[in-house]
């Protein structure tokens, strides 16, 4: 039928990672299944009798479909240790041309970064 259905996922931080033993902090779940399936989720409503209905002639129920794809469930992130320049560079294929953009001037103890991207298309 070409479906699947997934649980709730815990995307662990420094408390999970010690509560369950884990050997690193993982990326989340969520964002590998997204990558595998090139970002398409859909989610199926959940009727609950007792919750009344926002239009409450509305019998049919409603699915979203939204397209999770690059930006934050591919992003890319590093710590920072110590001052420096971060910068975002994009090299075009077959051109010798690069952007170069400076994003930040990290000074004393660092930071974190984290590069995200989308398509067009």
Not at 22 to 43: A, D, E, H, Y
Not at 58 to 74: E, L, M, N, S, V
């Amino acid at each position: 039928y070409n479906i699947a259905i997934k649980c709730a996922t815990i995307t662990p931080d420094e408390d999970r990672v010690r509560e369950f033993k884990l050997k690193q902090m993982w990326k989340s779940p969520n964002g590998t299944i997204r990558n595998i399936l090139n970002g398409t989720v859909f989610r199926e409503p959940i009727i609950c009798k007792n919750v009344p209905r926002l239009v409450p002639g509305w019998t049919k129920p409603i699915c979203i479909g939204r397209h999770a794809f690059g930006d934050q469930y591919r992003a890319t992130d590093a710590v920072i240790k110590g001052a420096g320049k971060l910068k975002l560079v994009f090299v075009p294929e077959g051109k010798d041309e690069t952007t170069e953009l400076e994003v930040y001037n990290f000074t004393g103890a660092g930071g974190v970064a984290l590069s995200m991207y989308n398509t067009d298309e």
